[in-house]
């Protein structure tokens, strides 16, 4: 197995300092993309050669111009980050955002983007650091799954409105006036029989049944 050279010269670094070299020694084969800024400097430094795959340009365009991280991201999802996008103030903690970006042959991929101090100096943050990851597949189960829910949530209400009446009449009947015992024994069968229903429904939703009306 080769190890990445840690040479600063490489495309995807510019000066890297000790605490960035080692930096880079955790970012290189990772399949997220990483990246780091100096803020001393207010320059982007490093970013691993996951970049690419996602962006469709070498890391070293992104050092050049970082605003080509910027021009990837959904037009509906801009405003998320800062310009350029590592410009971070991290006094109050750690940032987690996620958008959406499109790649160079148009697919659009949902990204979780991590970011962090790294090393300190006279108690300022010297570097910010960030991990981006490629959470599409993620982001489509849970629309897949919200569909699904939906769907339920729509079939159950279909379910219930009569089963809800047909409880409603049911004791409506009871209270009516004397039954022959042919009756009372219908009527007990289908309260039975709705009631189980009910459960059946409540039971795949989750919910408690609904009562009928008193």
Not at 52 to 60: A, D, M, N, S
Not at 100 to 121: A, E, V
Not at 150 to 170: C, D, G, Q, T, V
Request: charged content about 20%; overall charge neutral; some cysteine.
């Amino acid at each position: 197995m080769n190890t990445p050279s840690l040479n600063p010269s490489t495309p995807q670094a510019h000066g890297l300092d000790a605490g960035e070299v080692h930096f880079q020694q955790l970012a290189e084969g990772s399949e997220d993309v990483f990246w780091l800024a100096n803020m001393l400097t207010q320059r982007l430094v490093y970013v691993n050669s996951r970049f690419e795959h996602f962006w469709g340009l070498p890391g070293q365009a992104l050092l050049d111009d970082p605003q080509h991280w910027n021009r990837a991201v959904d037009s509906a999802d801009a405003t998320i980050l800062p310009t350029p996008f590592f410009a971070d103030d991290l006094a109050q903690g750690n940032i987690v955002r996620e958008y959406r970006i499109r790649t160079p042959n148009g697919q659009c991929r949902w990204m979780r983007d991590r970011r962090f101090q790294w090393g300190q100096s006279r108690g300022w943050s010297v570097h910010i650091g960030g991990i981006v990851q490629d959470v599409t597949a993620s982001r489509q189960t849970q629309g897949l799954t919200g569909s699904h829910d939906r769907y339920l949530a729509a079939i159950a209400h279909e379910l219930r409105s009569p089963l809800n009446a047909l409880r409603s009449w049911i004791h409506v009947l009871r209270r009516s006036g004397p039954l022959t015992a042919d009756q009372s024994k219908a009527l007990d069968a289908i309260d039975r029989n709705t009631q189980g229903q009910a459960r059946m429904i409540a039971q795949l939703l989750g919910t408690p049944p609904t009562a009928p009306d008193q």
